[in-house]
Structures are given as C-alpha cells and as structure tokens.
C-alpha cells in the first residue's frame, strides 16, 4: 500500500485487540478476533498503529454495529474522531488482512 493522507469524515467507534509487538505480533490479533468476535465477517476492521511515549501500540479494531457492542466480547473501545491521517501498510500484511476492511 503506498502512504498516503486520508480524511476521516465521521467518528468511528470500535472495539479492539493491541500488541506492542509491532509489526510481528499484528497477525495473531487478528486470529484472535475471529476466534472471539462472532460473525466476523459482518464488521468493518481496522488496524491502527499509535506512537505512544517511545513505544509503538497496534489495534486490531472492529467497528461496532451498537454502541457498547464490545462489552459482549470482553473487549475495551476506543473511538477515533474524524481528522486527516496518514495511512500505510506493512510489507507482507496489506493482503493478509483486508476481509471487510473499510476504506476511510
């Protein structure tokens, strides 16, 4: 996926998985919703990948069809506000992971 800066136009509220094993850790995130979250296949997915401190935290998010939604699967939510972002993918894990991935 080549970078590049998108605008997010509505707040997206999601529920979420993290590693700070960046970029190694990003697909057993995404083995482990589909084995907690059921039906998948209906949620729009994201990853995200945070700078916090000196540290890089990833998030394997699913967006939530009703609020509070992540509650049922023992997840925390984070909501992330509509701003422009830069957005770009790991080598090797743009095709691994894109079922239901929604473009912002």
Known sequence: MEPKIIEI???IKTFYTHTYDVPA???ALFSELEKQVTDLDK???YGVTECIGDKLI???C???MHPGE???FNLPAVQY???KIFICGFKGLAA???RNARNV
């Open 43 to 45: 949620y729009h997915l």
């Open 58 to 60: 990833y998030r394997a």
């Open 96 to 98: 691994t992971h894109t």
């Open 9 to 11: 136009t509505e707040d």
């Open 62 to 64: 699913v967006e939530e």
């Open 25 to 27: 850790g990003i697909p």
């Open 81 to 83: 506000p509509e701003r």
């Open 70 to 72: 992540g509650n049922k």
